[in-house]
C-alpha cells in the first residue's frame, strides 16, 4: 500500500498565495461514465504527481473548485477561476510520517 503526500501552492490573481497539504494512501483514478467506471491504481509517485496536474488543468480550465478533506472534517477549498499558477510536489511516505502528519493547514516550509 503506497501513502503519498501531496504539496500544493496556489498562486492567486490578487497576489495571494495559498498553500494545502494532504495525504492519500493507495491513490486511485476513476475513468468512464458511472454506470461503468474503471478504477485504476496509481504505483508511483510520478504517476500521482501526473493525475492531480491533469486534474488541476481540468478545473483550471473550467473554473472549478478543488476541496481537500482535513482529518476532522474540515474543508480546504481553491476557487480555480481565481489561481493564476500552482505547483505541486508529491512524496511516498512511510506509516510514522503519515500517523504525525495529519493536518490540513497551511505550509510554513516553501515547495
Not at 478533506?69 to 474543508?75: P, Q, S, W
Not at 481553491?78 to 506509516?95: A, C, D, P, R
Amino acid at each position: 500500500m503506497m501513502k503519498v503526500r501531496l504539496k500544493a501552492k496556489f498562486f492567486f490573481d490578487n497576489g495571494e498565495v495559498k498553500r494545502v497539504v494532504w495525504t492519500i494512501s493507495d491513490p486511485t483514478v476513476i475513468y468512464g461514465s458511472p454506470s461503468k467506471p474503471v478504477k485504476t491504481v496509481l504505483t508511483t509517485v510520478k504517476d500521482v504527481q501526473d493525475e492531480f496536474q491533469k486534474s488541476f488543468r481540468k478545473l483550471h480550465k473550467e473554473g472549478e473548485v478543488f476541496t481537500v478533506a482535513g482529518i476532522g472534517g474540515d474543508l480546504s477549498g481553491v476557487h480555480f477561476n481565481k489561481v493564476s499558477y500552482w505547483t505541486l510536489k508529491v512524496e511516498e511516505i512511510g506509516e510514522e510520517e503519515d500517523k504525525s502528519n495529519h493536518v490540513l493547514a497551511p505550509m510554513k516550509d516553501e515547495i
